[in-house]
């Protein structure tokens, strides 16, 4: 996608990597980080005018291989101290995966850093799922659906956060854009919650556009930290076919670089995760370049930029054909 530079404020950004497949039954998540490096995500930063730091990938504190709640943690408190110290040193957290409980860390991360500042954090849930099962409602036991539930302080997850452990996000302050699957269990417990939601069904009502300026203006008006968790299988399979939990009927290419654009706009965006990207799976790189793209366009890649286009553009006369 050709582009000029955008205008807006260059960024410190730390890009985080987390090789971690602990919280999935599907293998190659882990591969995810390098692949993105691969496709260019630091270059294509570096070439917006941001300052882009690469911490290289981050380690479990624990030993290396565990499975379920107990490995997760170990990636989890591994992932929010880093996260934490990046948002202290006054950087943009890029945390690149790895399967989606990586979000358990970045998310706890800013919690802590946020509550020291006394700031709210608003979760703009990028996802064909909402991720809101515990132990006791997932019907696979994996921990990638389960994070949002978790770090909304869901019983059923022991000795998964440091000590002390921060208060839980507030699902009134959680946005689930894209949604098209989920389980009956997760489903009680999002409505209970009153978590918000913009379905596939309103996206295809109303387009992007609409429900997402509302969720910005939440965001705005609460003076909220946003960290957006963007999960590649929120894309539809057929450009992105590099996830292991494919839903058919994701957002189209130019819709969801509407929404990077649009978040870019905003500048509200304080922090990112990008996941699920399981190069295993993938078609020669496809999926990894279009996230990269994707990335670019919420650092402010575009065409043209907006504020010098003129309000009226003159005609284009007719080429001669002499």
């Not at 270059?43 to 917006?48: D, G, H, T, V």
């Not at 911490?55 to 379920?68: F, I, Q």
């Not at 650092?299 to 003129?310: H, M, Q, V």
Request: aromatic fraction near 4%.
């Amino acid at each position: 996608m050709s582009s000029e530079v955008s205008l807006h404020a260059a960024r410190s950004i730390a890009l985080i990597g987390a090789p971690i497949e602990v919280g999935t039954s599907e293998p190659g998540a882990l591969m995810g980080p390098a692949a993105l490096r691969t496709a260019g995500l630091v270059r294509a930063l570096s070439e917006l005018g941001h300052s882009v730091t690469d911490r290289g990938d981050v380690a479990p504190e624990g030993p290396a291989g565990m499975r379920g709640l107990d490995g997760v943690a170990a990636w989890t408190r591994a992932l929010s101290r880093v996260v934490e110290g990046a948002l202290d040193a006054g950087s943009l957290p890029l945390t690149a995966g790895g399967d989606h409980s990586l979000s358990l860390g970045s998310v706890d991360g800013v919690l802590r850093h946020c509550a020291r500042h006394r700031r709210s954090v608003f979760v703009l849930w990028l996802d064909a799922h909402a991720d809101f099962n515990t132990p006791a409602t997932s019907p696979s036991g994996n921990v990638h659906g389960m994070p949002l539930a978790a770090l909304c302080g869901e019983p059923g997850f022991p000795r998964l956060f440091a000590e002390p452990v921060p208060q839980p996000l507030s699902p009134a302050n959680v946005h689930l854009f894209g949604l098209r699957s989920i389980d009956a269990g997760e489903r009680a417990l999002v409505t209970t919650r009153r978590v918000g939601i913009t379905d596939m069904r309103t996206i295809d009502e109303f387009g992007v556009v609409a429900p997402l300026r509302r969720v910005l203006d939440r965001v705005a008006g609460q003076g909220a930290h946003l960290h957006v968790s963007l999960d590649i299988d929120f894309l539809d399979p057929s450009i992105a076919p590099g996830v292991g939990t494919t839903v058919p009927g994701g957002a189209t290419f130019r819709e969801a670089h509407l929404i990077m654009e649009m978040l870019h706009d905003s500048g509200l965006v304080q922090s990112l995760d990008v996941v699920e990207l399981n190069p295993f799976l993938d078609e020669r790189g496809r999926s990894a370049r279009v996230l990269v793209e994707l990335v670019a366009s919420l650092f402010g890649r575009r065409i043209l930029d907006r504020a010098t286009l003129p309000i009226e553009a003159a005609p284009i006369e007719p080429a001669g054909r002499g």
